[in-house]
């Protein structure tokens, strides 16, 4: 996680924003000193004509943002809460070790909008287009990473009391954002869309087989730029069972996904591959 000080500058300053307005009390005597919750009064139990209550009661939930999530503003390792975040991914493995995972996204942001949940093998599992409120436990997975190198995760484990998801209704997925394989191969930039639905212009060639993690390299036609399509989310060689070197597509979706120290287009369905081609 390598969070711009632009970024956290922005998100610091809507916060303090968010806490600077509509929470001030404004009764007609103003003597209630202690209304300090951080969102608008809507209490409506606060009324009485002298207001004389000392504090002001209501409770209301603080979802956590997922861009702060990548601002670095919470704590690793704390429970974090969100809420209506639509399913872009599912990653479904039979048997251990590997844990089933969902990418979640914030159709409300353009960037930094996007998260990974792991979730257990024994779990149901919820489907793309689904709209998940859960709990879970911020960390930073290093998916074969250290350090800064890692993936903003957030882990439901079923024996934590702690932990849920609920299916609370479907969304239409958020519209991907269009990058380059320059763009992707430039962390600074693709960090900005970690977990999130992306796009890339074709025509794009294949320039390699499959390797053991069933990932092929791809290049635009007269580029020198190359990333790997990951079958993580959903392997197209059941659709493309002839899939490797000399192929082409006309376009590639996806999500963008960090694994074993590089960011890679994750497909999610036979459809993220468009006009493929076999010689």
């Known amino acids: 996680m390598r969070p711009s000080a632009f970024l956290l500058a922005a998100l610091a300053l809507t916060a303090c924003d968010a806490k600077g307005t509509g929470n001030e009390d404004t009764d007609a005597t103003g003597n209630n000193l202690e209304d300090t919750d951080v969102t608008a009064d809507t209490d409506v139990a606060d009324t009485d004509a002298t207001d004389t209550d000392a504090t002001d009661t209501d409770v209301q939930t603080e979802y956590a943002k997922v861009p702060f999530v990548h601002a670095g503003i919470y704590t690793l390792n704390s429970y974090l809460h969100f809420h209506d975040l639509v399913v872009t991914a599912v990653r479904y493995r039979v048997t251990p070790p590997a844990s089933n995972g969902v990418i979640v996204q914030d159709p409300a942001y353009t960037d930094n909008a996007g998260l990974y949940v792991d979730l257990d093998n024994?779990?149901?599992?919820p489907e793309v287009g689904d709209l998940l409120d859960f709990v879970g436990v911020y960390v930073e997975d290093p998916v074969g990473g250290t350090g800064v190198d890692a993936l903003s995760t957030i882990v439901i484990d079923p024996i934590d009391t702690n932990s849920y998801?609920?299916?609370?209704?479907?969304a239409a997925l958020p519209e991907p954002v269009t990058l380059t394989l320059a763009d992707i191969l430039d962390s600074s930039v693709a960090?900005?869309?970690e977990s999130m639905r992306v796009h890339v212009d074709g025509p794009l060639n294949v320039v390699s087989n499959r390797n053991g993690y069933g990932e092929v390299k791809v290049k635009t036609v007269g580029g020198s730029d190359e990333v790997l399509v990951s079958p993580r989310f959903y392997d197209i060689i059941a659709d493309y069972p002839g899939l490797g070197n000399l192929?082409?597509?006309s376009g590639l979706n996806g999500v963008l996904f960090w694994e074993r120290g590089a960011y890679k287009v994750a497909t999610t369905t036979?459809?993220?591959?468009?006009?493929?081609?076999h010689p």
Not at 122 to 125: I, K, V, W
Not at 270 to 277: I, K, N, Q, W
Request: net charge negative; no cysteine.
């Open 122 to 125: 024994t779990q149901a599992m």
């Open 165 to 170: 998801y609920n299916v609370t209704g479907t």
């Open 191 to 193: 960090e900005t869309y």
């Open 247 to 249: 192929d082409s597509f």
């Open 270 to 277: 036979a459809l993220d591959v468009a006009g493929y081609t």
